[in-house]
Structure formats: structure tokens, C-alpha cells
């Protein structure tokens, strides 16, 4: 083929490929719902089918049954495993929960503010490169070995107890964990270890959006608050607590609902003492009474969405 022959066929095809995507952006153009839709399709498609397919079958799981004779899933609705759920072993695993989750967040929100404050309001350049490095950097190593090396401290022969008895003060670890309520003779297997450890893995979480909303706070209005006479006290709790409010609700999502859910922690560190994600594992694993452990699953879910309703109520989201 000589080259005249071969630059008119290539003029040739161009036109024709011009002519499909000028077409195809001409109606995308007067149907910009269209490409919408195209877009929308496959995420939606995703989160309905795996995410909330996966959560409307364990829904219909917890309305089963466990045959008490056979063992076998008994596929008739009933609330029967519900039921099981108000039993005072199991409603003791799910307050036990539920105060974790809670303290949990509340110990995250004291300690994160004033770090996040500081980070807001005074670090500069490179000081706010090390202060999110330093906040970011406990996320990049391994959740395992990060829950191991607590437990290593918090051990009978870590860290903690030798500096405690350097200082003379094993005598107060002792009669900390004599308390009814803390439990265990030492901090690595004790609802206290436990603690320790969901605050200081999920901290990360609650320090950012707090950072983030502070931010936002105008310099000006403290200034402001101060030149009208107001306390540190006062404006904490008229100007900074209603504006950073937002970001501690944002955090605190992060920190309840993972608590809530989690139960690598409380098998490694809380040992005998039971949470909710410990009971979904061992009721859907050895045990094989996967309706209850159904509905198990189902109370974080309840839990998260009363919680959100009250924020949603009490305008958290509002300046979002």
C-alpha cells in the first residue's frame, strides 16, 4: 500500500471514531442524567448488593431458630433468639459493651482535645508536619503486633510494673486490681488493660476531626471572648466546646461503633471477660448458633443508629 493510500484510510477511520465519542458526548451533554447514572451505577450496585445485601441477610438470620434437640437452624421467623438476647449472661455481655464503648470515647475526646487544640492553634510549618506524622504513624504498623506489644507492658514483668516499683508505687497497681470490677492480677488481662489499649489504638481517630474542626474556629472569637471578660473556663464552654462539637461527634463515631464491634482486643488483653464481638465469633464459630450470634450483630447496629439519631437531633451535624 503506498503512503497516500494509507494516510486516506487513516483519514478515513478518524472521522468515523470522532464521530462516536462526539456522539457520545453530545447526549451526555443533553442528558447529563444520564452520565449520572453511568457513574452512580457500579458504586450503588456494590453498596446494595455485597453491603446492605450482606446486612438484610443477617437480619433474616436473627429471626431463626436453633432446634434444641437437633441443632439444626430452625427456618421459621420467630423473635425466640431475641429473646435469648434478655438472658442475664448475655445482657451483661452487651452493657459491658456498650460502658466500653462509652468510656472508651469519652477518655478518647479528654485526651485528644487539648492535643488537637494545640496543633490547631500553635503548630506551625514543620511542627504540624511532626504533629500529624505523630498521630498518623501509630496506624501504619500492624494492628496485632500493636495490641502484642500492650500487652507486653501492661504484663506482671513489663514496663509499667518495674517503673511503678521503682517509684514505690506497686503497691496502688495492687489495690487497683483488687477492685471487684477491674478483675484479673494483672493489667494485661483485666477490663482496666483492656481500656488502656481501645483508647490508645482508636485515639488516632478522634484526634484528626477534632484538629480538623478547630481549624475552623476564627482566632478572633477567643481573642473576642476574652476582651469581654470571659474566663479560659467560660470560653471553653461558650465558644471552643459548641464549635468543636461537630469533630467530636465525627470522632466519636469512630471510636463507639469500632469498640463496639471489636474483639481482638478483648480476647488478647480482657481474656475471660466477654464483649459482644467475642460472642459473635464464638457463637458463630463453635458453637454454630449463627441466629443468635445474628442478633448479636444486630445490637451495635440499633445501638449506632440511636446514637446518631440523638446528634442528629442535638444539631451536631449541623456545621458539618
Not at 471514531?17 to 452520565?35: E, H, T
Not at 470490677?181 to 484528626?208: E, K
Amino acid at each position: 500500500m503506498s503512503t497516500s493510500a494509507a494516510i486516506a484510510s487513516t483519514s478515513a477511520v478518524l472521522p468515523r471514531r470522532g464521530g462516536v465519542l462526539n456522539a457520545l458526548s453530545d447526549a451526555f451533554w443533553r442528558n447529563p442524567r444520564l452520565l449520572l447514572f453511568l457513574m452512580l451505577a457500579p458504586p450503588v450496585l456494590w453498596l446494595g448488593v455485597v453491603y446492605l445485601g450482606s446486612l438484610f441477610a443477617l437480619l433474616l438470620q436473627s429471626f431463626f431458630s436453633i432446634d434444641e434437640f437437633s441443632g439444626l437452624i430452625n427456618r421459621e421467623f420467630t423473635l425466640k433468639t431475641y429473646g435469648e438476647l434478655l438472658l442475664p449472661s448475655n445482657m451483661d455481655i452487651m452493657i459491658r459493651t456498650v460502658v466500653m464503648a462509652a468510656s472508651v470515647t469519652i477518655a478518647s475526646a479528654i485526651v485528644a482535645f487539648p492535643i488537637a487544640y494545640f496543633a490547631a492553634r500553635y503548630a506551625r510549618g514543620k511542627w504540624k508536619a511532626l504533629f500529624y506524622l505523630g498521630v498518623m504513624l501509630p496506624l501504619w504498623s500492624s494492628y496485632l503486633v500493636k495490641v502484642y506489644a500492650w500487652k507486653l507492658i501492661l504484663a506482671k514483668e513489663g514496663i509499667l510494673t518495674w517503673a511503678l516499683d521503682k517509684l514505690h508505687l506497686t503497691w496502688l497497681l495492687d489495690a487497683w486490681l483488687s477492685l471487684p470490677v477491674v478483675g484479673g492480677n494483672s493489667l494485661s488481662v483485666s477490663f482496666t488493660g483492656t481500656f488502656i489499649v481501645f483508647v490508645y489504638v482508636w485515639l488516632p481517630f478522634m484526634i484528626l476531626p477534632i484538629q480538623a474542626a478547630l481549624e475552623r474556629v476564627p482566632g478572633n472569637l477567643i481573642e473576642a471572648s476574652a476582651d469581654l471578660g470571659a474566663s479560659p473556663a467560660q470560653t471553653f464552654r461558650n465558644v471552643l466546646f459548641p464549635l468543636a462539637l461537630p469533630g467530636i461527634i465525627a470522632g466519636s463515631i469512630f471510636t463507639f461503633s469500632l469498640t463496639l464491634g471489636d474483639y481482638i482486643i478483648p480476647q488478647i488483653i480482657g481474656n475471660s471477660q466477654y464483649f459482644i464481638g467475642q460472642a459473635v465469633y464464638s457463637l458463630q464459630g463453635t458453637a454454630g448458633n449463627i441466629p443468635l450470634a445474628a442478633a448479636f450483630t444486630v445490637v451495635p447496629i440499633v445501638v449506632m443508629g440511636i446514637y446518631l439519631w440523638m446528634a442528629r437531633r442535638m444539631g451536631a451535624f449541623d456545621a458539618l
